[in-house]
């Protein structure tokens, strides 16, 4: 594997298994250079990018994990739920305990925004009402349609 290093610490480090062995500059690029309405004084000039890299070829060997297939997937007998329906396949994701819990993160959220916005912006948003348990369901099966 080849990898890079470079002394310059705002330069961006990569490793890459490619072999090319072109090397690109990007020149100083100045606020007068690109079309703008900041004055002068705001703009300040780009720092030099530099791609200039010390490329070697180094080993490695990745660290490999055992899996052990008994401790994953879902826990549930998939097999035995043939004859079941799609709700009861959704509902093993999305219990009433992960319901609930989108529910509190919803209205939540809601409470955050509405204390952090202005009148003028928060004149634009329609009333709110806390959602429920049964507003959730409504909506995922909404989206999901």
């Known amino acids: ?8 610490p705002h330069e961006i480090q990569m490793d890459s298994e490619s072999e090319v062995d072109s ?12 079309d703008s309405d900041e004055s002068d004084d705001e703009a300040a000039p780009l720092k030099k990018q530099s791609t200039d890299r ?11 994990f055992h ?3 008994q401790n994953s997937g879902v826990s549930l007998d998939i097999h035995a739920m043939k004859s079941d329906t799609p ?9 009433e305990k992960m319901i609930d819990l989108i ?3 919803t209205n939540k959220y809601q409470d955050i925004f509405t204390n952090n916005t202005t009148h003028k912006t ?3 948003q329609a009333k709110w009402t806390q959602t ?14």
């Open 1 to 8: 594997m080849a990898t890079c290093t470079t002394n310059d």
């Open 54 to 64: 010390n490329w070697s070829k180094t080993a490695f060997t990745p660290h490999l």
């Open 122 to 124: 928060a004149s634009h």
């Open 103 to 105: 529910v509190q993160e």
């Open 23 to 34: 090397d690109m500059e990007i020149d100083e690029v100045n606020s007068s250079d690109i």
């Open 87 to 95: 709700l009861d396949f959704f509902e093993l994701f999305f219990d």
């Open 67 to 69: 899996f052990d297939e």
């Open 132 to 145: 429920n348990r049964s507003e959730m369901y409504t909506f995922l099966a909404t989206v999901m349609l």
